[in-house]
């Protein structure tokens, strides 16, 4: 005779098997959601790490093949035509001429791997650069003029006044690829027009000018042969 309040074994063994069942998810769960954080906390640790800058020159190099206007400011902007943070920083140089009023030149210099051919070069990076006002665009190759301004990563910009002093030297976007107002371009922005700026110098996002990943010679499109 079965004693009331008592389950039969077959009911216990589906509830500890639904307990077990309750537990395996908890657990599952949990490590989904550590995966997660994981990821999360990487890309933000790669967004928000600068890829340094090397040592500027204070004063414009007078091996320098850009002619500097002694009417205006100078900007010198450097960038790897294949690097995808980039887009960002040619949209905040466009913001910045806008708002510089006509009171700086750029020169946005495009990283070009010697004996590679302009089709390399000339990606819809260099066409967005081109189509800004008081922006012009040129081919540098192996990086030697980038070089002689101590810039090593792409998106790394340069300002010298109209006595040839260097004003500032780093990054104007907030992060790797992310557009919007940062303390960078406020301040390239601020010194163009003779305003004062507590920064003259911010982290640079960008690939390295020579390490970011290019085509090798056997598979490179259009590279001269």
């Given at each position: ?65 850009i002619e ?125 027009r003779g ?10 996002f960008g ?19």
């Amino acid at each position: 005779m079965r004693t009331r309040g008592m389950k039969c074994p077959f009911a216990r063994r589906i509830e500890v098997a639904l307990k077990s069942s309750e537990t395996v998810l908890i657990a599952v769960a949990g490590i989904w959601l550590a995966l997660i954080s994981t990821g999360l906390w990487a890309l933000a640790g790669y967004e928000f790490t600068s890829g340094g800058t090397g040592k500027a020159p204070t004063s414009w190099p007078a091996e320098s093949r850009i002619e500097r206007d002694p009417a205006q400011a100078t900007l010198v902007m450097a960038v790897h035509p294949k690097c995808p943070c980039s887009r960002a920083s040619i949209g905040e140089l466009a913001i910045a001429m806008t708002r510089m009023q006509g009171r700086a030149k750029a020169h946005v210099l495009f990283y070009k791997p010697a004996g590679y051919a302009e089709d390399w070069v000339k990606t819809d990076l260099w066409g967005d650069a081109a189509a800004i006002s008081g922006v012009s665009v040129e081919e540098d190759e192996e990086g030697v003029e980038a070089e002689r301004f101590g810039a090593r990563v792409s998106g790394d910009v340069l300002l010298y006044d109209t006595s040839g002093k260097l004003r500032f030297h780093g990054g104007i976007t907030a992060s790797r690829g992310h557009a919007g107002d940062n303390r960078g371009r406020q301040a390239v922005v601020a010194l163009a027009r003779g305003e004062t700026s507590d920064r003259a110098e911010t982290p640079a996002f960008g690939c390295m000018l020579h390490g970011a990943k290019t085509p090798t010679s056997s598979t490179a499109t259009g590279m001269k042969q």
